[in-house]
Structures are given as structure tokens and as C-alpha cells.
């Protein structure tokens, strides 16, 4: 089956503008997380959505959003961009994303870089 | 808060020999712990996790020691091969109302020599 794709693979923005990405999961898995992946920082959790509802949130400030759809696909946003945004996101499905399983599918992410 | 940190950046081995890349964390919260790899372009690929009343578990090739006297977990990989080199990181899952959130660690590279 497929795996989880994330739309685009990069992307090149200008401080203050905003953007989009967009993530398909696994059919089936109906939790979408997001993940921002820098060299300082590593993988830090930005948020978690199910059943078009978030349920679990990172410390990133409120430029950060995101939302799923009815078929559990998921858009991040990120508004006034800054340089330290640039980053790789990534998006991890799974089937339910709650206790019983904490195996998370990750897609190839998309590698947005501020200028 | 919840931490997890790794011993090493980089890790060297040779082809054939067993690898061994360590993980800290800094508190109790974990239900339990996932070790993914990570090769360069793609994302984290989900290897094996350990729940934290577990102090072994094994899967292919690939074994996971959790001490939770010390806070400490690693993965073995026995007979590393040149499709092992990747970048390793240790996340712990702390449980929420009805979900997880993986905290990761900041990643071991494992470079295999020939």
C-alpha cells in the first residue's frame, strides 16, 4: 500500500510570507502527526491531529497551525515566516495514534527554506 | 520536562561487527520508547520500540535494552552491514489524554566501515 506523501518536497519562501504543506496518510491510518527536523533542534513534535480534531500540541508558537480533513488528510500553515523556520517537516501517520501503538509511518517531509 | 539525549554523535564500526548506540532520558513519563532510522532524503523509519515495563526485546537483527534504574536504553545491531549506516534517534512516547507525543532524541550517526 501506499505510504505517506507529503506534498511538496521543497519549497522556498520569503520571510514574513506564509505557507502550506500538505500530508496523505497510509489509507486506513486516521492520525496525522507533524514533526519539524532542524540540525540544532532535532525532531520536535508541533502537533497532532484525529478525526479532524487536535489532540496533542508542541510548544511552537500560534504561527504554526494545522488541520485534517474528513479523509484524514492533513495541511500544516505556518504564517510570517521566519529564517529559523527553515526546516525539514515531517509528517507520521498511524492507525489510531493513541495507546495501542506507537508505531508512526513517516513520509520524506518537505524542506522549506526561508530567505 | 521529558528529554532524551544520545551519548554520541557519530558512531564508527566495521562491516561484520555488532553496534551498539545509546540513549538517555531524563524522566519516568514514557510508556515506552521507539528507536527509528533514518536515511539521508527519507524520514525516520520505525525499527523496534521497548514499553517501559520491558527490559529486552528483540527483533531482526536488532536488540533493545531499556534500564529504567538508570534511564538509559540502547539498541544492539548485531552483524552490522553498509545498509545499517544511517542516522539513529531514540524517541520516548508520552502518553496524553488519548494519544502519544514522541519526544526525540538528537540522533547517532552510524557510519560502517568496509
Known amino acids: 500500500k501506499a505510504g505517506v506523501t507529503q506534498t511538496p518536497r521543497y519549497l522556498i519562501k520569503t520571510r514574513g510570507q506564509q505557507v502550506t504543506l500538505s500530508c496523505s496518510p497510509i489509507s486506513g491510518h486516521r492520525s496525522v502527526s507533524w514533526y519539524q527536523q532542524t540540525p540544532g533542534q532535532g525532531l520536535q513534535f508541533l502537533f497532532e491531529y484525529f478525526s479532524e480534531t487536535q489532540r496533542n500540541k508542541g510548544n511552537f508558537p500560534g504561527r504554526f497551525s494545522g488541520r485534517q480533513f474528513s479523509n484524514s488528510r492533513s495541511e500544516m500553515n505556518v504564517s510570517t515566516l521566519e529564517l529559523g523556520d527553515s526546516a525539514l517537516y515531517l509528517c507520521?501517520?498511524?492507525?489510531?495514534?493513541?495507546?495501542?501503538?506507537?508505531?508512526?509511518?513517516f513520509g520524506q517531509g518537505t524542506r522549506l527554506t526561508v530567505v | 520536562g521529558e528529554s532524551v539525549g544520545l551519548h554520541l554523535p557519530t558512531l564508527s564500526v566495521q562491516e561484520g561487527d555488532n553496534s551498539i548506540i545509546n540513549c538517555a532520558y531524563s524522566?519516568?513519563?514514557?510508556?515506552?520508547f521507539i528507536w527509528y532510522k533514518q536515511e539521508s532524503g527519507k524520514g525516520p523509519q520505525f525499527i523496534i520500540d521497548i514499553r517501559s515495563n520491558m527490559d529486552k526485546r528483540q527483533g531482526q537483527r536488532v536488540t533493545v535494552l531499556l534500564n529504567k534504574t538508570v534511564k538509559h536504553l540502547s539498541l544492539q545491531i548485531a552483524a552490522t552491514q553498509p545498509g545499517d549506516s544511517a542516522v539513529y534517534f531514540c524517541a520516548g512516547a508520552i502518553p496524553g489524554d488519548s494519544s502519544y507525543k514522541l519526544i526525540f532524541g538528537s540522533g547517532t550517526r552510524l557510519l560502517v566501515r568496509p
Open positions: 524522566n519516568s513519563a514514557s510508556d515506552y
Open positions: 507520521a501517520s498511524s492507525l489510531v495514534g493513541g495507546r495501542s501503538t506507537g508505531e508512526a509511518f
